[in-house]
């Protein structure tokens, strides 16, 4: 349970709010690289922490990041005309480069030296894993990217998709980082059926073991999670998960094998995007393991990147397949998650909840972020953006002998931890 007061601190991130300031400490993936496909094509309306920008890619195939609002007479820079490495509003013909330099004033006597004197606010754009990453904060504290091992490989191992939440972005993580409810929100009733026969170490144990136990370990880049549901007679299923400040995840996956990441970028204190990461550390990703394929096929396409299943249709709820199918009677299974995440509100109401054992990872979370903002305020920087190689970490699952802990198995470890 938190008060209504550290509810609000923990979850509003605009401008000049204690989270706002710890989040700009931080880069963020604003857009998929996909999204600004080619030179001086057409900008892209971009929202990141409650601030409205514009996107582009300029002739020199450049990203920039700038103020939506013309800094003459505010006219939106998304109207402009992208072209000759600069990005031109077409109210007075003022153009600026991604540095957020006016590099051109027609509407001025030539002899004018005006345009040297006006910017519009621009912030650094890096592109890494198929993601356009920016970072909002104080010019002297910029970072280096976060080692996320997806940044670091070629992009045949890495897939990349999104989705919009209409919900705060803590919510959400939390939701991630909750891997209980995956046996009963994402199960189909007939799971315990097809559990011995299963393929998978989830498959099979899963289901049978709906009350794990949780063990939550901090590390250098946010939590390490295990949830241990029993196995064998003599052994424990163990799935293993992470949370990254500041809204990093990565969800449990069978050893050795691809990785399946998520970042709950807030968009503003209402909505956030849910970018999803699927990577190979070892081999190029087949087509058929590519995550856009199965993920995109339930996105709307009009550009809002809502689900197609979403509130306004009560997600698609199917009664009678609640009944004899499946857990929720809702297809996809991100549109499970947005059902449960924006029906508790935009921003739920933390004083009326009831944790519970298996809520141990999301208390966590919440007290380290609202540590970290805390000890901001007093001048400490976040110990992450500095040390990007907190980040080269990996989720795991495995079935240990029950006298193991999850962490002492250097197999194991090896899996879950990046060379
Ligand atoms: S408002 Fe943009 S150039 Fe005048
Ligand atoms: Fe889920």
């Excluded at 938190?2 to 609000?8: F, P, R, S």
């Excluded at 006016?102 to 606010?121: G, H, I, R, T, Y």
């Excluded at 999301?362 to 980040?391: K, T």
Aim: with cysteine; aromatic share 10%; glycine share 6%.
């Amino acid at each position: 349970m938190l008060t209504t007061q550290e509810t609000e601190y923990l979850c509003r991130v605009g401008p000049g709010t204690p989270m706002g300031n710890l989040m700009r400490r931080y880069w963020h993936p604003i857009l998929l690289s996909k999204e600004l496909p080619e030179p001086d094509g057409a900008p892209l309306r971009a929202r990141l922490l409650g601030e409205d920008l514009v996107a582009f890619r300029d002739s020199n195939g450049d990203v920039g990041l700038l103020d939506n609002y013309c800094p003459h007479r505010r006219a939106s820079l998304f109207f402009g005309r992208n072209e000759e490495a600069g990005l031109r509003c077409v109210y007075h013909g003022w153009k600026f480069d991604t540095t957020g330099s006016c590099v051109d004033m027609p509407s001025e006597p030539a002899e004018s030296n005006f345009k040297d004197k006006v910017k519009v606010k621009a912030y650094p754009a890096k592109e890494a894993g198929g993601l356009i990453w920016t970072y909002m904060g104080p010019p002297e504290h910029e970072p280096p990217l976060p080692l996320l091992e997806y940044n670091t490989l070629p992009l045949d191992h890495v897939s990349v998709s999104k989705l919009r939440y209409e919900s705060n972005y803590v919510q959400v993580v939390e939701g991630d980082i909750d891997t209980v409810h995956a046996s009963l929100l994402h199960s189909r009733l007939d799971c315990l059926d097809t559990a011995p026969t299963a393929a998978t170490l989830a498959g099979r144990y899963q289901f049978p073991d709906r009350a794990p136990k949780f063990f939550v370990e901090d590390t250098d880049g946010g939590i390490l999670i295990g949830a241990r549901r029993r196995a064998e007679e003599d052994s424990y299923y163990w799935r293993i998960s992470r949370w990254l400040f500041p809204y990093f995840t990565m969800i449990p996956r069978e050893p050795h094998g691809h990785v399946q990441g998520g970042a709950m970028v807030p968009i503003d204190d209402e909505n956030c995007w849910f970018v999803h990461i699927r990577w190979n550390p070892y081999r190029p990703l087949l087509e058929e393991e590519r995550f856009e394929s199965h993920f995109d096929k339930y996105i709307m396409d009009d550009g809002s990147w809502l689900a197609i299943a979403n509130r306004r249709n009560d997600y698609m709820i199917d009664r009678e397949k609640q009944k004899n199918e499946t857990y929720t009677g809702i297809e996809f299974v991100r549109a499970q998650d947005s059902a449960m995440t924006d029906s508790m509100g935009t921003i739920a109401d933390r004083s009326k909840e009831h944790l519970a054992t298996t809520d141990m990872a999301i208390i966590r979370m919440r007290r380290s972020l609202i540590r970290a903002a805390r000890a901001l305020e007093d001048g400490v920087e976040p110990h992450q953006p500095h040390n990007p190689e907190s980040y080269k970490v990996r989720s795991g699952g495995c079935v240990l002998p029950r006298d193991v802990y999850f962490t002492q198995d250097s197999e194991v470890w090896d899996d879950i931890t990046v060379k």
